[in-house]
């Protein structure tokens, strides 16, 4: 693969993309204790003894929605626990943005329609000189209709 950044043209066998999210504050998105489930356990994976022994990695469950984060990134079980709560602030925040972008998408699509046939309400026809009000079912000549006299579709 050809890399577009590079000058000479030269192949390179790798590329990287890199994201780049904003972390959600406690602000922005508060948890309350009381609805935090939060579970130490062993991490999973190669890691000899301490591995095994150690119950470092951390799963919090979010109760009023059931949302569920793992995290054993780390070795220390504070700094899987501060990531985790992270990590679910930042899936309940995409989360109420899917739902306010779902319910903007959805009164959108009420307003526009789906497009077809059926959901037209004029049919304008330059050709045979005639406009159809589709609710009325009133004609008219299109000429009059293009000069803006459109209340005899209503009449």
Known sequence: MVSPT???KRVHTSTVTVSCLTEPTEAEVHLDER???I???RGS???GQHRNTTDSAVQV???PTGLQVRVESER???QNKAAALALLRLRLLEAEQERVDGDRNGKRKR???SGMRGDKVRTVALQRDQVTDHRTGKTMRAKLYLRGFVEELWR
């Open 45 to 47: 994976g190669a890691g």
């Open 39 to 41: 579970t130490a356990c």
């Open 76 to 78: 220390s079980q504070h």
């Open 61 to 63: 469950t979010y109760k």
């Open 111 to 113: 307003q526009v329609g």
């Open 35 to 37: 609805d935090l489930h």
């Open 6 to 8: 590079d000058k000479k």
